[in-house]
């Protein structure tokens, strides 16, 4: 799709400070809201009348708004200068005692993610919307004090063309055609208000008194129907694991879960009704794998409720903490008490990693206590360590103090700050009152310092070994297992117990192989010792334990990325471990790592990429016709494959598809992508693929096809999209972006990495927030692995004009690049 280029964003929104969040704290209190929609009114604005009631010690604030024209602003009757409007801030004077506000304006629909994002199916022509208020948008929908400790009473009015429904926080009536009014809700924040309208197709049930509901766009409503049971099932088993776990009631009502188009995070975890991103409606057949962590997903919004939405952090700084426990509990509960047993496995594979490279990346920062400015500063939080490291803490804490302690202090939490706000202190407080016992040195070792630590274990010395992240002092206990087996028994694993409280700690250095952290308890960066390196073929094959060979990996992965282990030996493992591996996290995870990862950087990518191919190959003969692992092996062998009459003959779904494998429509993109890389298939086929099927998978998978063709055109095409020359919205940018740059297309490609770096600044003139990050991130020329290209992205960086948002982005993606340029030095020269 191609539309004109929006003009420019005038003037950025300035993001609230945190001193300023605390001086309006301080001033006002706001009772309530009422906010009319009219979203019946055109395709490209809507109008917003938001009345507040507020109590003042009297005095001048100000509100936040960013709309398209400003009517008027009136406070206690009297207009205020609406000409005062800048960067989403309007001044008002306050009196001591009650006041009234009423901002009338006219805003814009956003096709970015953020604010009320207006999208089109491309399946039917239906258009959807839904708010998404999150950090610094809520302003782009209606005019309010945004800031997470100004909680209030939101009631909410809505026109609607007349096919449509309104969901929200609360129960939505229609009560005259095209015009809904939503039950005022229970104490909120800004952040978390919801507003989901569009011809969706709605779903509802009920469990233990609490109404829920499912929603996703009507072309896909049948894959919705499929997937309800299995739905509904997780959130009925999670709501009974939660009230027994938490002790405190779900208190919001109704509990909708909508699906929704082109949302950018997973979900959205907005009181009553959280929004996810539809691509979890599986329109596919999918691997067990997105089925886990859509179901942690799921409970990990569920989790929110209680953390997050009925104590709310006072400022974004302790958002870590829903987060962090969160996550936990998703993968906890969906453990416990649900089909998905196997959800810390998916856990290792997945999010360990992605924290753990966080974590020692120059960005890192403290998992709580990292000070957050204003809230654009706290959005770059949002990582790998906010939700994966923050999650491990916290298991760590529940081991060490139990359930029964851990969970008296948070319901202690939910207690005393039930609709209001907390802060990390405060939950500390109620785990010390609950018999916790003084907390300080494990908050300060694990949650107030930045940085992992190295494990290793030095058979010379006799001891295993803990390092510090250079430039980040720590002095933390670590609490885990060690798995030793003998030299000829390289799966017969005996665990031993360590506390490393000191930088060395000695320990029985077995013959054989020795794992360390096999559960992974902790949080660290373990590195094989070379004998266990060298045995690790045998024990990979040999382990029964699906998590021990997790952590293996994991630490394979630790090794690779610190240039200690050459690619050449990471694809040999691959090829010897892998085919006998028998999870499809295993295989998928893995195989999809190293093609990520191990390719880029190896002696020869197309050899590389051959060799994955055919382990993949070799799992899929392997594997049971049908299964999951299957699925996840054909999946790496449609990516890798470089045979493009193999590829033509699975399309055609001929006979040398394998038995069991059905090309659907996540099948068929995959190979007309790896197609278009492979520069055979021209632009009218991928047309005509579209053209005959035109969903919204297909349409954003159509744009990463064309962008992944090696030819000039397709690289000035996408170009023209990063810049912003010709506008398309946020998931048809990121597959752009993943499109363009291809390993083995350099010759293509090398005239836009310095276009990149001269051209990136200029995009904040076109988007904002997430999407400014994620296009960042998905542009940056990560596979021009020269001293070059580091060196052009160090002299940005050395800039002082450039965004916080770009900046962070750069950092890492640099740093990574760096690393990768370590590994290609220390193998290929
Ligand atoms: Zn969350």
Known sequence: MVSSARPPVASQPTSLKHAEARARAALIDVASYDVALDLDCGEETFSAVSTIDLVSQGGPTFLEVQPV????????????????????????????????????????????????????????????????????????????????????????????????????????????PGYWELAPTLPLPTYLVALVAGPYHVLRDEHDGIPLGLSARASIAPHLDHDADELF????????????????????????????????????????????RDPLVFQSRVVRTHHVNRATTLIHEMAHMWFGDLVTPVWWDDLWLNESFAEYMGARVAADVTEFSDSWLSESYGRRSWGLSADQRPSTHPVAGNGAADGATALQNFDGISYAKGASIIKQLNSRLGDAVFFRGVSDLFEKHRFGNAAMADLMEAWERAGAGDLSAFGDGWLLTAGPDRIVLDRTGGVV?????????????????????????????????????????????????????????????????????AALPRVLCATRDPLVRASAWVSVRNGFEHALIDPDVVLDLVEQAIPAEDTDDGVGQTLGWAIWNVVPVSADPTIAMSRIHDVAARCVARALPGGSLQLAAFQVQAAAAADHTVLRGWLASGAALPDGVVVDLDLRWRMLRRLATLGAIDRDELGAALASEPTAVSQVEHARALASIPDAEAKAWAWQRFTGEVEVPNYELEAIGLGLWQVGQDRLTDPYVARYFDELLATTEVRTGQLLALATNVFYPRWSVTDDTVAKAQALLGSDDVDTTIRRELVDETWDLERRLAIRRSFHR
């Not at 309007?90 to 994002?117: C, F, K, Q, W």
């Not at 199916?121 to 400790?149: E, K, N, V, W």
């Not at 930088?503 to 794992?515: I, N």
Request: proline share 8%; with cysteine.
């Open 69 to 176: 024209a400003l009517k008027s602003v009136t406070v206690n009757g009297r207009p205020a200068d609406v000409a005062l409007l800048d960067r989403g801030r309007v001044p008002i004077a306050t009196e001591a005692g009650e006041n009234h506000v009423v901002v009338e304006s006219v805003m814009r629909y956003r096709n970015d993610g953020e604010g009320l994002h207006r999208s089109i199916d491309p399946a039917d022509g239906r258009h959807y919307t839904y708010a998404m208020t999150f950090l610094d948008a809520a302003p782009s929908i209606f005019a309010c004090f945004d800031q997470p400790d100004l909680k209030a009473q939101w009631t909410l009015r809505v026109r609607t063309p007349h096919d449509w429904v309104v969901l929200g926080n609360s129960p939505a009536t229609e009560v005259e």
């Open 465 to 533: 070994r803990r390092t510090p992240l250079e430039g980040h002092p720590a002095d933390r206990d670590h609490a885990l297992s060690v798995a030793t087996a003998p030299a000829d028994q390289p799966g017969a694993w005996t665990f031993d117990r360590v506390v490393l409280d000191a930088d060395t700690v000695e320990v029985a250095v077995p013959d054989g192989p020795m794992v360390l952290d096999p559960h992974m308890e902790t949080w660290a960066v373990t590195l094989h010792d070379p004998e266990t390196m």
């Open 233 to 276: 099932t997780l959130t009925r088993q999670s709501f009974d694991e939660l009230h027994r776990l938490f002790g405190v009631r779900y208190p919001f009502g109704n509990y909708h879960q909508a699906f929704v188009p082109e949302f950018n995070a997973g979900a959205m975890e907005s009181a009553g009704c959280v929004t996810f």
